[in-house]
């Protein structure tokens, strides 16, 4: 088969050269063609399948890297977790060096300073959560009351403005009775005339 297409190839071009154009086709020739360009795209459909393929291992093992990297970084916080375990004392609170101070709350209006506690007890971790919803809550409340301020703003501007525009109206009217009055008294003075 790869005899005949090389063949085929080879009298084409000669032909091609001889003439300047292309020859009318046999049906042997015109199937030999047609193997060509069928031949040609299989090689490109070869090539584009092995991209794919190199592309999906490039993925994969990417993949495999970044699950490497989470186990790694899981490890890291388990083992943080347990030396943090290892320095509570036996209340469950930290054992603080001076050089060893961690704040986990900010310091209250008494200005006293908290000390990080283990997360060793479910209470721990449920007061930090109530603490955190009750600073959400207090933003509401803030945002709440900045919109109610914001309201009360509109409603006077609004006010001011239906005054303005009643008393403006209210000069309007008065303009067009006095051209009203100058416009009969100019007519009865044409009537006198």
């Not at 347990?82 to 060893?100: H, L, P, R, S």
Request: hydrophobic share 25%; proline share 2%.
């Amino acid at each position: 088969m790869e005899r005949l297409l090389a063949k085929y190839k080879d009298e084409d071009t000669k032909n091609l050269r001889k003439s300047g154009s292309e020859e009318e086709y046999t049906e042997l020739q015109q199937l030999l063609e047609d193997i060509t360009a069928y031949h040609l795209d299989m090689q490109d459909t070869v090539l584009e399948q092995k991209s794919k393929k190199a592309s999906a291992e490039r993925d994969r093992l990417r993949g495999i890297e970044m699950r490497q990297a989470a186990m790694e970084s899981m490890k890291k916080r388990k083992k943080a977790v347990e030396d943090f375990e290892d320095d509570t004392d036996e209340a469950g609170n930290y054992e603080v060096d001076d050089d060893d101070y961690i704040p986990l709350l900010p310091p209250g209006p008494e200005k006293k300073a908290r000390v990080m506690q283990g997360r060793s007890s479910k209470k721990s971790a449920i007061e930090y959560l109530m603490w955190k919803q009750e600073q959400k809550a207090s933003i509401k409340d803030r945002e709440l009351d900045l919109k109610q301020q914001e309201l009360e703003f509109q409603k006077a501007k609004y006010q001011e403005g239906k005054e303005e525009r009643e008393h403006r109206q209210e000069m309007n009217r008065l303009e067009m009775e006095e051209k009203r009055t100058f416009l009969e008294i100019l007519k009865n003075k044409r009537k006198d005339n």
